[in-house]
């Protein structure tokens, strides 16, 4: 038997992070979804224990201010992706620049630089993971996946998801249901197998 599971993800990562924290017994408030405040200076050991617990789930801490931007970034991301019942109408550039208050091209070139990869890449790899998704747990259709994600129109989509996965989102989806109808013939015989020994 399989499950098909839909995450929240900014909120599972949320709900993670509090689970680890109140493990130690901090007194902290979550900022933000990538920041955390404590009210306390944390020792070396300590922070070294949290580092270490917080790893396990990977999640890391991160040093410098710049790869802490470049995390932001990429939270904004698939927040936009995954929380908004549809992406921002307006320039996702529009959007990361006003959401994270520095200028676009600034957050552009920091990003390349940290990651050696766009943001556009990286919007368009979330945006197909999001899209694969959806089609899994057969929520929408792929015209109303794409209008969701903001594409243009459905070639648009398809186009991307192929250049991404190598497949068309049609071939996905035959995909993914001949693997369901394969997994509930074998559930079935499986079953019919169990009850035969049984007799």
């Not at 200028?103 to 940290?114: A, P, Q």
């Not at 899209?131 to 129109?153: F, G, R």
């Not at 074998?186 to 035969?196: D, H, P, Y």
Request: aromatic share 10%; glycine share 2%.
């Amino acid at each position: 038997m399989n499950l098909y599971i839909k995450y929240d993800i900014p909120f599972t990562c949320k709900k993670v992070l509090q689970d680890i924290l109140n493990k130690y017994d901090l007194d902290y408030s979550l900022v933000s979804f990538w920041e955390v405040e404590f009210r306390e200076t944390l020792s070396e050991s300590m922070l070294s224990e949290l580092s270490s617990g917080l790893s396990n789930y990977g999640i890391e801490i991160v040093d410098s201010r710049k790869s802490m931007l470049v995390q932001k970034i990429k939270d904004a991301i698939v927040e936009m992706v995954y929380l908004e019942d549809k992406l921002p109408t307006s320039k996702i550039s529009h959007y990361l620049a006003d959401k994270l208050n520095h200028r676009y091209g600034y957050i552009s070139n920091l990003f390349s630089e940290v990651t050696y990869t766009s943001i556009e890449n990286f919007i368009i790899l979330q945006k197909i993971e999001r899209a694969k998704q959806l089609m899994i747990t057969n929520e929408l259709t792929i015209s109303e996946i794409a209008w969701k994600l903001n594409y243009s129109s459905l070639a648009h989509l398809s186009n991307q998801f192929k250049n991404v996965t190598g497949l068309t989102p049609s071939m996905f989806q035959r995909i993914i249901n001949r693997r369901r109808i394969a997994k509930a013939e074998k559930e079935t015989i499986s079953g019919t197998n169990l009850r035969i020994l049984k007799i």
